[in-house]
């Protein structure tokens, strides 16, 4: 089955201007989204990797290049923190981006209420996020930005406030919901085993100026949930790969 | 129910609660009594530091020809009416400012100036400007409260979260809806708490007003008895300031808990 390109990125490069200097961030970057693919991006910490999600979500301009649209796909962005509303209940939370188009109907909000369930957090539609663990944040964080129906979903560092026990679990829960749902998706990580266990494609970025160092296809055999992936008699060899490619700096 | 130690802690708890209170009490009594005591026996000059009785005296006469209410009144007006101005005034102000950073970083430093001047420098203008009346004193109240209400509200509106606002972009909001879905919600709390120093602000700046020019308030009426030297009418309108603003202070705590989040 040959899959569509519904997002291209060619030749992205981004500048950021202080008053004393320009700094380089992205350099040339290019990179082809394949429906219901799922993209991993590692890279050393500081090197714009949530650079690139924010141009492409559109809250931040590049500086020259392009990023095609091919379908007309609509986007949806998980940041690194949950940023519930702590004034807002957990469905009014999963609700707002549905305010925010003006999109607020019946039919939308039993869309929110099945996910809120089949996710497990039915009992909890009316708490407040201080009421609940940091995994079922980040839940309904990742319920309130499929709320809108994204085609895409980028990921930025989903997993890293949770702990390692929860983070496991936690992915787990995520990857299904996103195979479930089918959805494209490009996730930023630091994390390699993370990004081996859930991607079907790791890119692997250098020190700034960023530019891709390396693609990498993740062919497990016996492929599965995150968890199960780990075990699989490839992943230590997709490690060492990756971690030779990654320019870490202590 | 509790254990005893448990049972224990509480009463104890209570205990210290009552000598705070009883202590508290004390204190106001043996003022009074001492004071009235130093000017029964002529030690102190009661037309100079007056007496307890010579000050309810003095409220009672007030009462009987019906001015007091007239002169409280007055001034929880003036206060009020400052209060609520200053407080819609300075959030509107920091509104515009957020939506706007170049005005706001073009105003910042004569918000600075106004913020450090003391007002009360500005009364004369104030009179002359708008005339030895309510407006002049609500004017001065509203200096006072509306400067420190903007400093403190923009600052809050500045400090939201910047990843909440990054979320609000990501999902498409405009900068209308992340103003009324993210700004205001977000810094409920602290406009709370601005409510609570601006009530005093203004109680304050009216009765500065009313030092200044007017015929009526309980400012006027310190002012006027220390104009004609009856100190016991300046003693008088002292007592029962305290009275109010530590009506108002109860009032507005009592708001803040009942409306903080």
């Not at chain 1, 380089?24 to 350099?27: G, Q, S, V």
């Not at chain 1, 009316?126 to 609940?132: D, E, I, K, Q």
């Given at each position: 089955m040959v899959k569509n390109v519904i997002l291209k990125i060619k030749n992205m490069k981004k500048i950021y201007h202080t008053p004393k200097n320009e700094i380089?961030?992205?350099?040339d970057f290019s990179l082809d989204l394949l429906d219901r693919e799922f993209i991993a991006i590692v890279g050393p910490s500081g090197c714009g990797k949530s650079t690139i999600l924010s141009i492409l979500s559109g809250i931040e301009n590049l500086s020259s290049g392009k990023v095609e649209n091919k379908k007309n796909s609509s986007i949806g962005y998980m940041l690194q923190s949950d940023n519930l509303f702590e004034w807002r209940t957990i469905l009014e939370n999963c609700l707002l981006g549905l305010e925010i188009n003006g999109e607020l109907n019946d039919e939308n909000k039993k869309y929110v209420l099945d996910l809120l369930e089949t996710y497990g957090l039915k009992d909890f539609i009316?708490?407040?996020?201080?009421?609940?663990s940091g995994g079922m944040r980040q839940r309904a964080s990742l319920i309130r930005t499929l709320a809108t129906k994204p085609d895409i979903l980028l990921m930025d560092e989903p997993f890293s406030a949770l702990d390692y026990q929860t983070r496991l679990a936690v992915s787990d829960d995520v990857y299904n919901i996103i195979k479930k749902e089918k959805k494209a998706v490009i996730m930023v990580t630091h994390d390699i085993s993370e990004a081996i266990s859930m991607a079907d494609k790791v890119i692997v970025l250098s020190n700034r100026p960023t530019k891709i160092k390396k693609i990498i296809d993740i062919n497990l055999s016996d492929k599965a949930n995150p968890i199960h992936n780990r075990k699989a008699k490839e992943f230590s060899y997709y490690y060492d790969l990756i971690w030779k490619e990654i320019d870490f700096h202590v | 129910m509790f254990s005893n130690e448990h049972k224990l802690y509480l009463k104890n708890i209570r205990k210290k609660n009552l000598l705070i209170r009883l202590s508290q009490f004390i204190i106001i009594i043996l003022f009074i009594v001492i004071w009235q005591i130093l000017a029964d026996k002529n030690l102190i000059n009661t037309f100079i530091f007056s007496s307890p009785k010579k000050v309810i005296d003095t409220v009672i006469n007030l009462h009987q020809t019906n001015n007091l209410y007239q002169h409280i009144w007055i001034t929880v007006y003036e206060t009020l009416i400052s209060f609520l101005l200053g407080t819609g005034i300075g959030i509107v102000i920091a509104t515009i400012m957020w939506w706007n950073k170049f005005i706001a970083k073009v105003i910042d430093p004569y918000l600075t100036v106004l913020n450090s001047l003391p007002k009360v420098a500005l009364g004369p203008i104030i009179i002359i400007w708008s005339g030895a009346g309510i407006k002049s004193i609500i004017l001065m109240a509203l200096l006072i409260s509306t400067i420190i209400t903007i400093i403190n509200v923009y600052q809050g509106f500045s400090d939201t979260d910047v990843n909440k606002i990054k979320l609000m972009k990501s999902l498409g909001a405009n900068k209308r809806q992340i103003y009324t879905k993210l700004i205001l919600p977000a810094n409920y709390n602290s406009i709370i708490s601005t409510l609570k120093i601006n009530i005093s602000m203004s109680l304050i700046g009216v009765i500065m007003g009313e030092f200044l020019v007017s015929k009526s308030g309980l400012g006027y009426l310190i002012m006027y008895g220390s104009q004609v030297f009856n100190l016991n009418l300046v003693i008088a309108g002292i007592v029962i300031l305290c009275i109010i603003a530590a009506i108002m202070y109860y009032l507005v705590l009592y708001i803040e808990k009942r409306f903080k989040r």
């Open positions: 380089l961030a992205i350099d009316n708490a407040y996020p201080s009421n609940l | -």
